[in-house]
């Protein structure tokens, strides 16, 4: 087993004014050569944008992109004619492939947007350009890692153009779970959005990443009341 440890207070920082943003990788004007990606995640941010402020229209292409709102609501146009709302609960995911162009914007006057930007490197390039989004309120379990992104469109929650799963998980104190890693070249990259846990023996809280690979499974537990999302990704580009 391999890992590598990433404490919150280690990310790269951003703050334009309207946008605080964290980067687990290298991102913009944060670069560490360390920090380039986990396998094919590539950017990990920890998004908080101003009321009444936004990102303007920009382009994408060859990535999956992977939008989760922590609080508040975000809107968000592009080029395929979608226009949509996500909030807290929800996941977004686009398949920029050949290319589009979006803006995600704050509309409320009073309160932030938190979310997380994922973007993980495709398996294809070239696709044709994609949206969905779906609310988690129908498939979230208490007390177990429940499924929310795949590489299948027939499974459940949004899916890419990769071998990628994604897990998150909301557990009471002293819970404790295991999980099996999908596919054998994967790695997991745990990402802990609240609370203290620990996994394989290592302490995480709140905004801490901890990578492991060269495993087929990892020990979860929670020392508190926690949420916890994992990121099950191929480790060869």
Same mark, same amino acid.
């Given at each position: 087993?391999?890992? /590598?440890?990433?404490? %919150? @207070? ?18 913009? $004007?944060?670069?560490? &050569? @360390? ?13 908080? *944008? ?16 992977? +939008? ?21 609960? #929800?996941?977004?995911?686009? +398949? ?9 914007? $704050?509309?409320?006057? #009073?309160?932030? /947007? ?5 973007? *993980? ?7 044709? &350009?994609?949206? #969905? ?19 299948? @469109?027939?499974?459940?929650? *949004?899916?890419?153009?990769?071998? %990628? ?9 002293? *819970? ?13 990259? %745990?990402? /802990? ?18 990578? /492991? ?20 990704? &191929?480790?060869?580009?």
């Amino acid at each position: 087993m391999k890992t /590598v440890f990433h404490k %919150a @207070e280690t990310r790269g920082h951003a703050n334009h004014g309207w946008l605080d943003s964290y980067h687990t990788f290298s991102f913009a $004007n944060y670069h560490h &050569p @360390e920090r380039m990606h986990f396998g094919v995640l590539r950017v990990l941010n920890d998004d908080t *944008v101003s009321p009444g402020q936004g990102f303007g229209t920009h382009p994408h292409d060859n990535m999956e992109i992977i +939008s989760i709102p922590l609080e508040g609501d975000l809107e968000h146009k592009d080029s395929m004619g979608n226009i949509a709302l996500i909030k807290k609960g #929800d996941v977004q995911v686009m +398949s920029a492939g050949t290319g589009i162009t979006h803006s995600e914007y $704050n509309k409320n006057k #009073d309160q932030e /947007v938190k979310f997380l930007q994922i973007w *993980v490197f495709p398996n294809k390039k070239g696709v044709e &350009p994609r949206y #969905d989004q779906i609310s988690l309120n129908e498939i979230k379990k208490e007390n177990e890692f429940y499924q929310v992104l795949s590489p299948h @469109e027939e499974d459940q929650g *949004v899916w890419i153009h990769q071998q %990628a799963w994604f897990h998150i998980g909301d557990f009471t104190r002293n *819970v404790s779970t295991k999980y099996q890693i999908k596919k054998e070249s994967n790695g997991i990259y %745990a990402f /802990v959005l609240q609370g203290e846990v620990e996994i394989e023996g290592q302490k995480l809280e709140s905004r801490d990443g901890f990578g /492991v690979w060269d495993t087929r499974e990892i020990q979860v537990k929670a020392h508190s009341e926690s949420r916890v999302l994992l990121m099950d990704v &191929p480790m060869n580009l």
